[in-house]
C-alpha cells in the first residue's frame, strides 16, 4: 500500500496548469529530456517548459484522457493517456508541429520527433494505451505514490476491452527495476542519441475463468 492514500482523479482541461507545473519539475532533470532539448545550451529550461506546454495543450484540447493523484486539492502525480485509436494524433498535428518550432526550435522537435517514432517503432502489432508524460512531484516522490498512480491506470485501461495493455518508455536507468517491480515487461531498447531508451509493456488484466464443473 502507497504510504499516502491520494485521491484519484479523472483529468480534464482545467488542471492544465497544474499539470504542466508538475510534469516539467518532473521532466527537468530526466535524461531524455535533456538530450532531446540540450540541457547543456542556455534556455534548457524555457525548452522543457514549452515542451510540457505544448504536450499538455494538445493532450486536452484533442479530449485525451488523464489520470490524476491529489492530496489535499494539489495535483501531486498524473498519467496522460493516449487510447489505441487516438496514440499518433498529437504528433501529426500540423499546429502543435509548428508551435514546437517556435517555442523550442528545429533541432528539438526534430529530435523529438524522431524519438516518438523510434518508440512506437519498438512495439508489436496491436492496440495498446500508451503514456506519453507520467510524472510524481519530486516533492511527494518516496511516498509510494508512483505505485498508487500505476494501479489507478491499469484499473482504468482495462475497462477497455480492446486494449491489449499499457506501453511506458524511460531513458532513466534508476526507473528500470520499478517498473518491473510493478508487472511490466521490457520489449525494446533504442538508442535516443546517448540515451538507451526502453520500453515497457504492462498487459492488461486477463478475466477470471470460471472453473468447469
Request: aromatic share 10%; glycine share 8%.
Amino acid at each position: 500500500m502507497p504510504d499516502r492514500l491520494a485521491q484519484v482523479r479523472m483529468l480534464d482541461s482545467g488542471y492544465s496548469r497544474e499539470a504542466r507545473s508538475l510534469l516539467y519539475h518532473a521532466y527537468r532533470h530526466e535524461p531524455t529530456f535533456a538530450y532531446l532539448f540540450e540541457a547543456d545550451r542556455p534556455g534548457y529550461d524555457q525548452r522543457v517548459r514549452a515542451t510540457v506546454r505544448e504536450l499538455v495543450h494538445q493532450h486536452f484540447s484533442e479530449d485525451l484522457p488523464g489520470i490524476g493523484l491529489l492530496i489535499d486539492d494539489r495535483l501531486v502525480g498524473l498519467a496522460l493517456i493516449a487510447p489505441p485509436q487516438r496514440r499518433l494524433d498529437i504528433t501529426e498535428s500540423w499546429f502543435w508541429r509548428l508551435r514546437m518550432l517556435l517555442s523550442t526550435g528545429f533541432r528539438c522537435t526534430k529530435r523529438y520527433l524522431a524519438y516518438h517514432d523510434a518508440v512506437l517503432a519498438c512495439l508489436p502489432p496491436g492496440p495498446y494505451h500508451i503514456l506519453p508524460l507520467l510524472g510524481v512531484h519530486p516533492q511527494f516522490q518516496g511516498q509510494r505514490l508512483g505505485e498508487q498512480l500505476l494501479e489507478a491506470l491499469h484499473a482504468w485501461c482495462a475497462e477497455d476491452a480492446g486494449s491489449q495493455g499499457v506501453v511506458i518508455d524511460t531513458g532513466n536507468a534508476r526507473y528500470l527495476e520499478f517498473y518491473k517491480r510493478q508487472g511490466y515487461e521490457e520489449i525494446g531498447e533504442v538508442a535516443i542519441g546517448p540515451i538507451r531508451e526502453h520500453v515497457f509493456f504492462h498487459p492488461a488484466p486477463r478475466p477470471a475463468v470460471p472453473p468447469q464443473a
